[in-house]
């Protein structure tokens, strides 16, 4: 997997036919390991991220800007996740500081938006609705990094982050419908 600077010299190698993949640093492991489990859902997580950016209107740009740094972000934490732990430090990780914009963006999002009082139901505009697909995702996405961290201890940047991913894309979500115009419906328990 090219983490960054790298040339990928094919779309195909065979050397994954066993059921291996390898890691930067020349490694191999079982593509249904722990490791490979949660860097491929920010795999997952990204292409819906991109789904969800089409979707989006051309304003507020704001939340396009977001989604696409995000994406771009999700290549930071798989590049930390594809390196073997034995392997010298990924030279591009998820820091404090990323962790600290996800937080800032949540909180911009959140002005101008009324309190919740109740969940809401997962609808809404299209890309509202989209990316709350991203928000489950990202929330496998945690749990698969949380079941690696038991088998091997990962940094707590990277474990805060991605705890934070799935609330900004829930601030997201209810920005893009505020932004439709769209109103959150409440779940409906006397179904």
């Known amino acids: 997997m090219a983490t960054g600077g790298e040339s990928i010299p094919r779309l195909y190698t065979r050397t994954g036919d066993g059921g291996t993949t ?9 593509k ?7 860097y491929g859902a920010y795999d997952e997580l990204g292409a819906h991220l991109g789904v969800a950016f089409v979707a989006l209107p051309e304003t507020p740009v704001e939340l396009r ?17 594809a390196r073997a732990p034995t392997a010298s430090p990924a030279p591009h990780r998820i820091e404090a500081r990323h962790v600290r914009r996800v937080e800032e963006t949540i909180d911009q999002l959140e002005v101008g938006h009324p309190p919740l009082r109740t969940f809401v ?3 809404g505009s299209a890309a509202a609705t989209e990316l709350h697909v991203c928000r489950t995702v990202a929330r ?17 940047e990277h474990l805060e982050w991605a705890n934070r991913v799935s609330d900004l894309l829930f601030a997201l979500a209810l920005a893009a419908n505020r932004a439709a115009g769209c109103d959150e419906i409440p779940p409906d328990y006397d179904v």
């Open 22 to 30: 390898g890691l930067a640093g020349g490694a191999r492991i079982d």
């Open 32 to 38: 249904d390991s722990a490791r490979i489990r949660a």
């Open 65 to 81: 800007r977001t989604v696409r740094r995000l994406q771009h972000e999700l290549f930071v934490a798989q590049s930390e996740l």
């Open 121 to 123: 139901v997962n609808t």
């Open 140 to 156: 496998r996405a945690e749990r698969e990094l949380l079941a690696l961290h038991r088998e091997e201890p990962q940094r707590k």
